[in-house]
């Protein structure tokens, strides 16, 4: 029985291994997916065959399916960063960003130092839906955040690729409310100039 579960086992990897080679290096998300479901043939359970899945499934627009699999990815392992941050990519295309940026909030929490290579594209999701959501605050003070967490280089891009849109947007809400508060000012002074005249007839 044991000698059944080493070759089972080892199946499982070698399916895993060419499912990830086909998704990766060649693009080829069918023939991918066929494998990744043999896999889970034998190991209904491989966290990284089920983040696969979802993420082949997530190319192939199959994007409901996709977030099936990593909320079932993360019933068997609420820690797991990957599936957190998939799952956030795809619950973003859904446009439901508030639980989007929960699984982002949950993968800087679980995140480990060895997955340091994570993390751009989990601040770059953050970052994404904090703009989203017009909560400019909290994404700049993330993008801020980003200097002491990430190499220089990807820290450049992230810089360079938000803090332009985030002046932008913020001068933007600053006029608004200029604007807003000056329209409030001209109602109450013309409600108190009716007031006034009416007072005096």
């Not at 023939?31 to 190319?59: F, H, M, N, Q, S």
């Not at 190499?151 to 360079?160: H, S, V």
């Not at 000056?182 to 002074?189: G, H």
């Amino acid at each position: 029985m044991k000698f059944l579960t080493k070759v089972l086992n080892f199946s499982a990897e070698r399916y895993l291994k060419s499912a990830g080679d086909l998704f990766i290096y060649e693009g080829d998300y069918e023939a991918a997916l066929e494998l990744v479901e043999k896999t889970l043939e034998i190991e209904p359970k491989d966290v990284r065959a089920l983040v696969l899945r979802g993420d082949i499934l997530y190319c192939l627009s199959r994007d409901q399916e996709a977030l099936d699999t990593f909320r079932k990815t993360l019933a068997i392992d609420p820690d797991c960063v990957e599936a957190l941050i998939s799952c956030a990519g795809v619950l973003d295309v859904l446009g439901k960003y508030r639980e989007s940026l929960e699984c982002c909030v949950r993968a800087f929490r679980q995140i480990k130092p060895y997955q340091g290579y994570l993390l751009p594209s989990l601040y770059d999701q953050n970052i994404v839906l904090l703009l989203r959501l017009k909560k400019y605050r909290q994404a700049r003070f993330l993008l801020k955040t980003a200097e002491t967490r990430l190499p220089k280089e990807e820290y450049q891009y992230l810089l360079g690729s938000y803090s332009h849109i985030l002046d932008r947007l913020s001068r933007n809400r600053h006029k608004a409310r200029a604007k807003a508060r000056q329209l409030k000012i001209e109602i109450l002074s013309s409600e108190q100039i009716g007031a006034e005249q009416e007072a005096s007839l």
